[in-house]
C-alpha cells in the first residue's frame, strides 16, 4: 500500500525524513481491524513526529498521521480516533491511560491506503459529513471541543480568547465557541487569518498581544512562550487558560503572582474521548459548522502539504486523499 512515513529524524529539517512510497499492509492484532482510508488530515504532531519528538529512532520507519476517516470492513462509513489506550486504565477515560499512544507513536498511523485501528476506536461517520471534513475531527477539532466544553467550562454567553488563529485547533475553537453562543476573540499576526477568523464567527480579531474589549473567562491557548503572558493578561479573575500545545516554547515566564493573586487556573488538555468525537460529530451535523479545509491533495503530493505546514502557509486543515 502506498503510505507517508517518517524514515529519520531531523530536529532540524524534519522534511528530510519524510518518504512516500509503497509499505507492508498493516498487521491486525486481536482486538484490531482495518479502515480504508478515504481522507486522512495532517497535524503538527506529524512535524514534531519527524524532529523526534514523541518517536524515538529506534520504532523508525513509522507511518504518520493521526486523522482518517473511511470504511471499515463492513462497509461502514466511520471516522477513526486516534488515542489509543484503555479506559478502564484512564478512570473510564481513554486520555488519562498512563500507557495510552495516539497513532504513530507506536502504531502505524493513518497517511496511508490502509489503516490497523482498535475496533472500539471505529465512530460511525454522519452522512452529513464529507470524508474529507470527516478526517479533519479526530484530532484539532477534538482538541478543541474538549478544552471549550470540558476543561474551559465556559457557559453560553461566556467570553473566550483564541490564540493564533489559524492553526488547526485555533480555528475548530473558533468555530465551535461561536456555534455555542459564546463571544469569541481571535489573535494573530496575519491580516488575512485575522480576516478568516472573522468569518468563522469571532466576535472581535485583534493583532497578538492586543488589548481585548474585556477580560474573558477562558483563554485557548496552543502558542505557548510567545503569547502565555498576553493569555494570563487577558483573564478575569478566577479565570482559566487551558493549554493543549506550545508550538512557539514550552517554558515562558509562569508569572505566578498573577495566577495566585487573581487565582487563575492553569489546566492541561490533551485529545478527548471516543464519546467526545461522537458528540462533536453530532454538535457539526446539528450545528452546521464544518471545518474550513485550507487545501486538499492526493496522498502522494504530501510532501506539499506537510512543506505548508512548516512554514505556516495554511487556516485550516490540510487534508490528503487516496
Known amino acids: 500500500m502506498f503510505a507517508v512515513t517518517a524514515t529519520r529524524i531531523d530536529a532540524d529539517d524534519p522534511l528530510n525524513g519524510l518518504t512516500l512510497g509503497e509499505r507492508p499492509d498493516p498487521e491486525v492484532p486481536d482486538g484490531w481491524t482495518t479502515v480504508t482510508v478515504k481522507a486522512a488530515a495532517l497535524n503538527h504532531h506529524d512535524l514534531w513526529s519527524l524532529r523526534g519528538v514523541g518517536l524515538p529512532a529506534e520504532r523508525l520507519p513509522m507511518i504518520l498521521g493521526c486523522d482518517a476517516s473511511g470504511v ?160 494570563l493578561k487577558a483573564l478575569r479573575p478566577g479565570g482559566r487558560v487551558v493549554v493543549s500545545g506550545a508550538t512557539s516554547g514550552a517554558v515562558p515566564p509562569a508569572d505566578l503572582n498573577r495566577v495566585f493573586f487573581l487565582q487563575l487556573q492553569v489546566v492541561g488538555s490533551t485529545m478527548g474521548t471516543r464519546g467526545q468525537l461522537e458528540r462533536l460529530a453530532g454538535f457539526l451535523v446539528k450545528s452546521g459548522v464544518r471545518p474550513p479545509i485550507d487545501r486538499a491533495l492526493p496522498l502522494d503530493r504530501a510532501r506539499e502539504g506537510f512543506a505548508a505546514m512548516a512554514e505556516g502557509d495554511l487556516f485550516g486543515k490540510i487534508v490528503f486523499t487516496t
Open 72 to 231: 471499515d470492513e463492513d462497509g461502514n462509513e466511520v471516522i477513526v480516533h486516534a488515542v489509543v489506550g484503555d479506559p478502564d486504565r484512564g478512570g473510564g477515560d481513554e486520555t488519562l491511560d498512563p500507557k495510552r499512544s495516539l497513532l504513530s507513536e507506536s502504531h502505524p498511523g493513518t497517511l496511508a491506503e490502509k489503516v490497523a485501528v482498535p475496533r472500539r476506536n471505529l465512530v460511525r461517520k454522519p452522512a452529513e459529513l464529507s470524508f474529507e471534513e470527516a478526517a479533519c475531527l479526530p484530532t484539532a477539532w477534538l482538541t478543541a471541543y474538549r478544552m471549550l466544553f470540558d476543561k474551559a467550562g465556559v457557559e453560553p454567553g461566556g467570553s473566550v480568547l483564541v490564540q493564533g488563529a489559524g492553526g488547526g485547533v485555533a480555528t475548530a475553537a473558533i468555530a465551535l465557541a461561536s456555534a455555542a453562543g459564546l463571544r469569541v476573540y481571535a489573535t494573530s499576526r496575519s491580516e488575512a487569518k485575522r480576516a478568516r477568523a472573522l468569518e468563522l464567527g469571532a466576535d472581535a480579531a485583534l493583532e497578538s498581544g492586543a488589548r481585548l474589549p474585556e477580560r474573558v473567562d477562558a483563554v485557548i491557548e496552543t502558542v505557548g512562550q510567545a503569547t502565555w503572558s498576553h493569555s
